[in-house]
Every structure is written in C-alpha cells, then in structure tokens.
C-alpha cells in the first residue's frame, strides 16, 4: 500500500496489527504514530478532534475495564491509494468492569460488547474516523439500563452537546458500492427505515441479527420487529448512506459474501402508535440515529447480520430537556 510502511501487507493487516499494539500490547503512546493530529472521531454522542482526546479516551476505558480485549470479527476494505482506503472494522470487546468511571462503581461485571470503527487510512494514519459501539449492551451488563445510563451521562455533561463533525479530509469520496446486491441491501434497510419494505427481499428465512443491547433476533418475524421497534418510534424525515463497501473474496479466504453501510438517519421521536415504546413516550424531540451495519450473504441473501446503533445516544437526544 502505497505510503504504509512495509511490514503492513494490506489495510486488513495494518488495521488488525496497530490495534493490537494499542490495545491488546497496551501501547497506548502508539496512538500518535498512528492516528494523525487532529484527527476528527465522530461518535453517536460526540466529536473530536486532538489525537490527546483519542489517548484520553483509551487510558479512561482501560482504567474502568483494565482486562478489555480487542477481538477482530472482521475488515471490510474500501478506498484506494489516492484518496484513502477506509476499514470497517468489527470487534467484540471482554472485558470486566472493575473500575469506577463514566459507567457508575465498579460492579465487577463480565461484559461482551461490540463496536464498528470506520477508519479513514493514508500514508501509514487513521485520518478521520467513526465509530459506533453498543453501549447498551455494556449499561445492561453491568446492571443498568440504555435510559437509565443515557440520564446519567447528560447529568455529567451537563445535557446534549453534539457538535457538527468536519468534513473528511481533502480528496476522500465517501465509497458507495454499485454492486447489485450492495445497493439493493442499502435501498431494503433504507426502506425499512422509512416504515415500508419486506425484510424476506433480502433475507434469509434463517438469518440471524445482532441488535443493541447484545439482543439476537432469528428469521424474518424477529427481524422486521427489530427494525419496527426503532423506527417506528422514530420517524425519518432523511435517510443519507454515507458508506456501503461490497467484499467479496471467497476464493482467497473462504469468507461469505460481506458488506458495510454506514448511515446517518435524521429522525423526530414520534412513535406511529402507543405499543413503539423503545425510546419511551413521545416526546417530539429530534433524534439523530448514526448506524454501521455489516452482513454476511449466502447466495445473494442476508444470512448474518450485525446492527451497531447506540441507543443510549439516541436515549440521550429523547431525555434531554427542551431549552
């Protein structure tokens, strides 16, 4: 890769290698030979810039949850040479919580949590970077709740403070796939979101998600559910794919398939009727649900999926008080 150093064979080797070091070799100094300063890091809930935000952020999990470990699921590779390569990177953290912090006393709990981080790579650095992780699930493992954990934090903070995220360094093109199957997965999800849409077009009657919260529907009943339960009580008012990576490379690895989709839904807290009661009663509020998805296909069909929305964000938008 052009403008990487020649250990890294290919963006799926350097993204797996510089996230061991940084986290599983708890080198956390090497956050600066490999992200680059500033560099933008959009979350559900924030936005920053300074790569001593990125070290900052690192050190205060890894005090809360000192045994965290990174485990690769999965890259999904986009981007090129010129404008940049992005890896769509998904991981399963165990960890314990044993420390005190943002997420209350330690309550010694084991935790399984996922995350998506969308790295934006050139010349050997993460350059710009969003990341989604299931923060509900960690609030439900460690004995609370996504609503109750969303409270918490707008006390800390003081309420929602989300600012406008930069726009992505000069000369990336946000990579949209053309394949058939890519654009039919994203106008389906797209679909769903809009409260229409059939998910037995593009899933397997066997297919198995991973929703917020750790939780696991199977087949198209649980499924549609899933999606019904969120935007049906939040309603869509624009719906923007901002990434969508088709790999397929079965011949090389063996691998299904995959596919990733970042997107950015802008939403009012309305439930269509009073039985959507995900995010609560409603409140009017307008909710911003930033989304990576990544899915496994059989014979052009979602067999496995994988669904990093962070709820308490969204719970966040739903509680804060109106000015």
């Given at each position: 890769?052009?403008?990487?150093?020649?250990?890294?064979?290919?963006?799926?080797?350097?993204?797996?290698?510089?996230?061991?070091?940084?986290?599983?070799?708890?080198?956390?100094?090497?956050?600066?030979?490999?992200?680059?300063?500033?560099?933008?890091?959009?979350?559900?809930?924030?936005?920053?810039?300074?790569?001593?935000?990125?070290?900052?952020?690192?050190?205060?999990?890894?005090?809360?949850?000192?045994?965290?470990?990174?485990l690769a699921e999965d890259v999904?590779?986009?981007?090129?040479?010129?404008?940049?390569?992005?890896?769509?990177?998904?991981?399963?953290?165990?960890?314990?919580?044993?420390?005190?912090?943002?997420?209350?006393?330690?309550?010694?709990?084991?935790?399984?949590?996922?995350?998506?981080?969308?790295?934006?790579?050139?010349?050997?650095?993460?350059?710009?970077?969003?990341?989604?992780?299931?923060?509900?699930?960690?609030?439900l493992q460690i004995g609370s709740?996504?609503?109750?954990?969303?409270?918490?934090?707008?006390?800390?903070?003081?309420?929602?403070?989300?600012?406008?995220?930069?726009?992505?360094?000069?000369?990336?093109?946000?990579?949209?796939?053309?394949?058939?199957?890519?654009?039919?997965?994203?106008?389906?999800?797209?679909?769903?979101?809009?409260?229409?849409?059939?998910?037995?077009?593009?899933?397997?009657?066997?297919?198995?998600?991973?929703?917020?919260?750790?939780?696991?529907?199977?087949?198209?009943?649980?499924?549609?559910?899933?999606?019904?339960?969120?935007?049906?009580?939040?309603?869509?008012?624009?719906?923007?794919?901002?990434?969508?990576?088709?790999?397929?490379?079965?011949?090389?690895?063996?691998?299904?398939?995959?596919?990733?989709?970042?997107?950015?839904?802008?939403?009012?807290?309305?439930?269509?009727?009073?039985?959507?009661?995900?995010?609560?009663?409603?409140?009017?509020?307008?909710?911003?649900?930033?989304?990576?998805?990544?899915?496994?296909?059989?014979?052009?069909?979602?067999?496995?999926?994988?669904?990093?929305?962070?709820?308490?964000?969204?719970?966040?938008?739903?509680?804060?008080?109106?000015?």
């Amino acid at each position: 890769m052009k403008g990487f150093d020649a250990e890294f064979s290919n963006l799926d080797h350097y993204i797996r290698v510089i996230t061991a070091r940084i986290w599983e070799g708890r080198r956390i100094d090497d956050i600066r030979l490999y992200y680059s300063d500033p560099c933008v890091v959009e979350t559900p809930m924030s936005v920053s810039s300074p790569v001593d935000d990125v070290i900052t952020g690192t050190r205060a999990t890894l005090a809360m949850f000192p045994d965290r470990r990174l485990l690769a699921e999965d890259v999904i590779q986009s981007g090129d040479d010129e404008g940049g390569f992005l890896s769509s990177h998904r991981i399963i953290s165990t960890m314990t919580h044993l420390g005190d912090g943002s997420f209350g006393p330690a309550s010694g709990a084991r935790v399984h949590a996922r995350t998506v981080a969308d790295c934006l790579c050139k010349d050997n650095r993460v350059i710009h970077e969003w990341l989604v992780r299931d923060q509900a699930a960690i609030a439900l493992q460690i004995g609370s709740t996504p609503q109750a954990l969303a409270q918490a934090w707008l006390n800390q903070r003081g309420g929602w403070h989300k600012p406008v995220a930069p726009p992505v360094p000069a000369g990336y093109v946000s990579h949209i796939s053309q394949h058939p199957l890519a654009q039919a997965y994203a106008g389906a999800i797209e679909a769903l979101a809009q409260g229409e849409g059939d998910v037995a077009a593009i899933y397997d009657e066997a297919a198995q998600q991973i929703s917020p919260g750790e939780h696991t529907s199977y087949g198209h009943d649980e499924i549609a559910g899933f999606w019904h339960s969120v935007f049906g009580a939040l309603r869509v008012q624009q719906f923007t794919v901002e990434h969508l990576a088709w790999q397929q490379d079965q011949a090389q690895s063996g691998r299904s398939d995959r596919l990733s989709l970042r997107f950015r839904a802008k939403t009012v807290h309305s439930p269509r009727d009073s039985s959507l009661l995900r995010y609560g009663k409603e409140s009017g509020r307008e909710v911003e649900v930033m989304g990576i998805v990544h899915a496994e296909l059989v014979q052009g069909r979602v067999l496995r999926e994988w669904v990093l929305i962070d709820d308490v964000a969204l719970w966040m938008q739903v509680l804060v008080p109106q000015a």
